[in-house]
């Protein structure tokens, strides 16, 4: 059986980082394995991606960062989400139902 592929469509990742801080602040790692978790374990973000996306919302204002220990005693910056940035949250999420039902109105015709 051929892997399945996964690859994010551009863009969905910004979204994703933001869902995954809406509650609480996150460490980089916890960001990642959260995105996964809520996934049921189909999307990975990896590194490559992750920290310049923190590094490009953090610039947009839609998150903040600050130093804090990890699980395991480590320091690390923690994430969380700015009130502009659950403002792009909405923004975003809708622009992903308007877009999902027009590609599901697409294959439900094809």
């Not at 310049?52 to 600050?66: D, K, S």
């Given at each position: 059986?051929?892997?399945?592929?996964?690859?994010?469509?551009?863009?969905?990742?910004?979204?994703?980082?933001?869902?995954?801080?809406?509650?609480?602040?996150?460490?980089?790692?916890?960001?990642?394995?959260?995105?996964?978790?809520?996934?049921?374990?189909?999307?990975?973000?990896?590194?490559?991606?992750?920290?310049?996306?923190l590094?490009?919302?953090?610039?947009?204002?839609?998150?903040?960062?600050?130093?804090?220990?990890?699980e395991?005693?480590?320091?690390?910056?923690?994430?969380?989400?700015?009130?502009?940035?659950?403002?792009?949250?909405?923004?975003?999420?809708?622009?992903?139902?308007?877009?999902?039902?027009?590609?599901?109105?697409?294959?439900?015709?094809?």
């Amino acid at each position: 059986m051929a892997k399945e592929k996964t690859d994010l469509v551009y863009g969905t990742l910004d979204m994703l980082i933001l869902k995954s801080l809406q509650h609480e602040p996150v460490h980089g790692l916890g960001i990642a394995n959260r995105i996964q978790q809520m996934s049921d374990e189909v999307l990975r973000v990896e590194q490559g991606s992750l920290y310049p996306a923190l590094y490009r919302l953090e610039a947009q204002g839609w998150i903040a960062a600050e130093w804090g220990k990890s699980e395991n005693n480590r320091k690390a910056r923690f994430y969380k989400l700015t009130a502009t940035g659950r403002k792009q949250l909405t923004a975003e999420t809708d622009h992903w139902a308007r877009l999902t039902a027009a590609i599901n109105l697409v294959l439900a015709k094809a």
